[in-house]
């Protein structure tokens, strides 16, 4: 068997033929049934007579398990270099009700350059607890070929920024007041108790874009629901806005706008990375500060907003993290207070020195008996850090370096908030290796699940109505083919 898994002896052009037909079931989302289908045999058999396709079964249990195996080793490849892997899970649902988790890794490459791959798509019929998603998360990283034996460590787990901007207007949104204006307005409407269209707890911002399409139409939907074609009978029934409903809506908007422009710029950032979280923190706390003008309902929102923001983040080690990711990010370096940038420069130094970040990088010396001041770079900064020298006359201990490099960066000024963080860390790498290798571990982890979650709603594309029996381990591969091959080529 050759590695499309036909009979040795079958001409180069068929073994090429059945290769081209594996990867248009993977990539254009066809049931593998199509292979089986007269037009599509005539097709074939216009193109090369000679050529007798194979049946439905021989691609489903041979050829696409080899396009499988032949993409996982192309990934785990591409991953050997990795020096820390973020993972994310997410949950959905298929066609026949059926619960799924779906795993993705992501990690900055020797070129610091982030690339995210799918690792594993599977049933998860038992509850969707941090217990539960751990153990898959074990299990999937233990499955060869992928990363087996690599080190799991549950520390740190940051949720979806996103997610909890979100969960913070829910709460606020839960305030007696703002909840008895959202459900008149609801009435108000459709004339009858039902839940708007737009208002949907799983949907980011629906909340929000509710009431902002209720406060534009709002005119026109008074005049409708007062017309004197409604039956005189049933005009009694609809409950309308009251004035102070109205006021109360837009009360609501002023809070819930900020959160929801945050909430879009992150979800359209490419990769938007950890380091973004205090900073998108400290606006959420600017725009939830108490003013001397704000009513009750206002001050209430913000109070509620503000605490369930900072409930979040209550552990130190993981506020620590978030902050020494916050200054590796040219970005935002400057943007903790003096006294807490000084405490999280002093653990970045501590880390580097105590070896929690493996590099040891050799100095040369520089010749005093020329005017060049041009510095010189061994195999060491090109070979990143897997190569370990010995301090000679001339070297630099590593404290030094560490506190050298620190010294260097604190003098950088903050690029402009539209670059690429990592774009300006592959320029100065050179300069700042010991610090470029703690960002290719800290800068991988990215600040909200919404690029993971793109990935998903390929999901629904696999596992349609015509596909909806399809098998676990058959699903798992077209997702892993579909999501990786073009990334491995």
Request: charged share 25%.
């Amino acid at each position: 068997m050759n590695r499309n898994g036909a009979i040795e002896g079958t001409p180069t052009p068929f073994i090429n033929l059945l290769g081209t037909i594996g990867r248009y079931i993977i990539d254009d989302l066809r049931p593998v049934s199509v292979v089986e289908g007269p037009e599509f045999k005539n097709m074939i058999k216009s193109l090369d007579p000679r050529f007798s396709i194979a049946g439905r079964t021989y691609f489903s249990t041979t050829l696409i398990p080899n396009i499988y195996d032949e993409t996982a080793s192309k990934v785990k490849s591409s991953l050997s270099s990795a020096q820390t892997v973020a993972l994310t899970t997410d949950g959905w649902r298929g066609r026949a009700n059926e619960s799924n988790a779906t795993i993705t890794f992501i990690y900055i490459t020797q070129e610091l350059r982030l690339q995210n791959f799918v690792l594993q798509t599977r049933m998860m019929p038992e509850s969707h607890t941090g217990v539960n998603i751990a153990e898959v998360i074990r299990e999937a990283i233990a499955h060869p070929p992928f990363v087996a034996g690599r080190e799991l460590s549950s520390k740190p787990h940051i949720g979806c920024f996103a997610h909890t901007l979100t969960l913070a207007a829910q709460r606020a949104l839960k305030i007696n007041a703002v909840y008895s204006s959202t459900q008149n307005k609801t009435e108000a409407s459709w004339g009858k108790n039902v839940k708007h269209i737009c208002d949907v707890p799983t949907r980011w911002n629906s909340a929000a874009d509710m009431l902002e399409r209720y406060l534009e139409l709002q005119p026109a939907i008074y005049a409708a629901l007062t017309s004197n074609e409604v039956n005189p009978a049933k005009r009694s029934e609809i409950n309308v806005l009251s004035e102070t409903d109205t006021k109360s809506a837009q009360v609501i908007m002023k809070c819930l706008t900020p959160l929801k422009t945050m909430t879009d710029v992150i979800s359209y950032e490419k990769m938007p990375i950890v380091s973004v979280i205090i900073p998108l923190i400290q606006q959420v706390q600017k725009v939830m500060a108490y003013n001397e003008d704000d009513g009750q309902t206002l001050r209430s929102i913000k109070e509620a907003v503000f605490g369930d923001t900072e409930k979040r983040y209550t552990s130190e080690e993981l506020w620590h993290f978030l902050e020494e990711c916050t200054v590796l990010d040219p970005r935002f370096k400057t943007t903790l207070a003096p006294e807490t940038l000084g405490e999280t420069y002093h653990r970045l130094s501590v880390l580097l020195s105590s070896g929690g970040v493996d590099v040891r990088v050799k100095v040369e010396e520089v010749d005093t008996d020329t005017d060049s001041t041009e510095k010189k770079v061994d195999l060491a900064a090109i070979f990143d850090d897997v190569v370990v020298v010995k301090a000679e006359k001339g070297s630099k201990s590593i404290y030094e370096r560490v506190d050298e490099e620190i010294a260097k960066y604190k003098m950088v000024q903050p690029i402009k908030i539209k670059m690429d963080p990592l774009v300006w860390w592959k320029e100065h790498c050179f300069y700042y290796s010991l610090l470029a290798n703690l960002v290719k571990a800290r800068l991988c982890i990215p600040a909200t699940s919404v690029p993971s979650e793109g990935v998903f709603r390929t999901a629904g594309d696999t596992v349609t109505a015509q596909r909806s029996c399809l098998a676990s381990d058959l699903v798992d591969m077209l997702f892993f083919c579909k999501k990786n091959c073009q990334k491995c080529d």
